[in-house]
């Protein structure tokens, strides 16, 4: 078994390694968010920094934090992992 495969059985895992990361996450509402991932926890409720609000690719507000909570996430993307 590969690291790659062992990671994909345990996205959270892979998410808390993850930390001090860019990510960029996008809610339900299809609001992005992209910044520094700080703090991860069991419920996938995020404290980013240095984040920006994105909406279609454009930038609509620069946060210095934001807590995302973890039930209005539809997607995580680690930027390095592309």
């Known amino acids: 078994m590969t690291l790659s495969q062992i990671s994909s059985k345990r996205p959270l895992t892979t998410l808390q390694k ?23 926890d069991s419920y996938m409720n995020l404290i980013m920094t240095d984040a920006e609000e994105l909406q279609q690719g454009k930038v609509l507000a620069n946060y210095g934090r934001v807590i995302v909570r973890g039930n209005n996430v539809l997607f995580i993307k680690l930027e390095n992992e592309l």
């Open 18 to 40: 993850s930390t001090k990361k860019t990510v960029t996450v996008r809610l339900k509402n299809e609001v992005e968010y992209k910044g520094k991932m700080d703090n991860v």
